[in-house]
């Protein structure tokens, strides 16, 4: 992701010895630092602002300069480039993804069994597709016999909703199993399956969005963003928060939210203060 706001292609990735100081950044809302070498440019702005009751009245940011990470001071504003590309995709062709044959517009299994089902080849981009997307990111599994989506039992609106929107885009039934506070869809499809692996990662530490999507429009982005927030995201009294332990999804919808005009604080926490009662589920720590 470059200056302007587009993606280039990386050339060459090069290595060499340095000898020398080392700058650490770290931004007011990206926490995680960033270490430089004290003559690498950055795109910086002075702010100006005001005093007691007028800062914000007074508030200004000066023109965008390039300087040295060796002279940046806390009072300096970092740029950072907003995705500017927007290419919609109406359908995707499940077939050229997971490398299926097709027939009569359905895709089939390299070995098709008597209770083997053929999936429609085309599917929609859709707000539904999306969404349905979003929530295996964050609910999502997958087994050897397709995708599982689990939530809590009583979350009744998103169990149907993901239900729906398999049964239109795949014409397949999932079913529907509870076992204790929690409802998990099963969808019985090696094409599915195999289809969202390529697309989207298998295990949650690799769960991320495949390029074209962060160049969709913004209104099937949020359908994206809904889903996962459904299944990964929380309240708070000042914001709405989203947790995943996958570094590139993490800088993916910092990005996504930057499209929307959405300035995201991203903070690293430990899995040991996350989970301070230790769980087990099924006989697993």
């Known amino acids: 992701l470059t200056g302007d706001g ?21 931004t007011r809302f990206f926490t995680e630092p960033v270490k430089l070498t004290s003559n690498h440019p950055v ?5 100006f602002r005001g005093t007691g009751k007028n800062y914000l009245k007074n508030f200004k940011i000066g023109e965008p300069e390039w300087v040295s990470s060796g002279q940046l001071t806390k009072k300096d504003v970092l740029l950072y480039p907003i995705v500017s590309e927007v290419t919609d995709v109406k359908t995707i062709t499940i077939s050229d993804i997971v490398r299926a044959e097709e027939v009569n517009g359905y895709a089939k299994n390299i070995r098709e069994t008597y209770t083997s089902h053929r999936i429609p080849s085309r599917v929609p981009v859709d707000n539904d597709f999306m969404r349905l997307a979003g929530y295996y990111i964050a609910e999502g599994c997958i087994t050897n016999r397709g995708i599982n989506v689990c939530f809590s039992k009583h979350e009744r609106a998103y169990i149907e909703d993901t239900k729906n929107i398999i049964e239109k885009v795949f014409h397949l039934k999932p079913t529907l199993k509870t076992e204790n506070n929690v409802t998990v ?22 769960k991320q969005i495949p390029h074209w999507m962060m160049l969709l429009p913004s209104d099937k982005q949020s359908e994206l963003i809904k ?10 009294e000042k914001d709405f928060c989203i947790v995943t332990n996958s570094r590139i999804l993490t800088y993916q919808l910092r990005d996504i939210f930057l499209r929307m005009g959405i300035i995201p604080s991203v903070q690293r926490r430990s899995k040991e203060k996350l989970n301070k009662t230790p769980g087990n589920i099924g006989g697993r720590a």
Do not use: H, P
Request: net charge positive; charged share 20%; proline share 0%.
């Open 185 to 206: 869809i099963l969808t019985y499809s090696k094409l599915v399956g195999d289809l969202f692996q390529i697309l989207f990662g298998k295990y949650s530490y690799n």
């Open 227 to 236: 889903g996962i927030y459904r299944g990964d995201g929380c309240m708070r």
């Open 6 to 26: 587009s993606f280039q292609t990386i050339n060459q990735i090069m290595s060499r010895d340095y000898s020398g100081e080392v700058i650490q950044v770290k």
């Open 43 to 47: 795109l910086k702005a002075n702010v």
